[in-house]
């Protein structure tokens, strides 16, 4: 599975999201009202458990969009 597919899929969990994955690589922090600080580090919590990596402090206050979170990971992976 690819890192944006793998990735798209938490992102449709975490958040109860039932749009086109067109929509979901535009979310960002405030076009979503779910993803507020706790939805934020469920979201990483999740994110790190799936690809088993370790996020910065840094990384997480800066991945608040679907594509800065994409980008993390093509970087760590």
Known sequence: MKLDD???????????LKISESKIRLLNTRKLKKWDSL?????????????????????IVESKSFNKILNLLIKKC
């Open 6 to 16: 793998k990735l798209m899929k938490i992102f449709k969990k975490k958040f109860s």
């Open 39 to 59: 939805g934020h580090l469920n979201l990483i919590l999740e994110i790190e458990k799936q690809f088993n990596i370790k996020f910065s402090f840094d990384e």
